[in-house]
């Protein structure tokens, strides 16, 4: 089930290649790698975090099972 919007999709995009970067170019810290945590969370539009704190960014999905 998807629990992380559009905006928050891009947004953790943008974070998980900027702090990838730092692995390659700049510093090159390996603390970067971090940034495979938003990147994937991106690409998946699933956050474990999100189900723990029941939180949602993305619209819900109508149910066809449901009637209505």
């Known amino acids: ?22 692995v390659f170019v700049g510093p090159k810290t390996p603390w970067g ?3 495979v945590v938003p ?3 991106s690409l998946v539009s699933f956050c474990p ?8 960014t993305c619209a819900r999905q109508k149910d066809s099972r449901l009637p209505g």
Not at 49 to 56: A, D, F, I, M, S
């Open 33 to 35: 790698w971090i940034g």
């Open 39 to 41: 990147l994937l969370t």
């Open 49 to 56: 975090l999100y189900t723990l704190l029941g939180v949602r």
């Open 1 to 22: 089930m998807k629990n992380v919007g559009g905006v928050d999709r891009i947004l953790r995009l943008l974070l998980g290649l900027g702090l990838l970067s730092l």
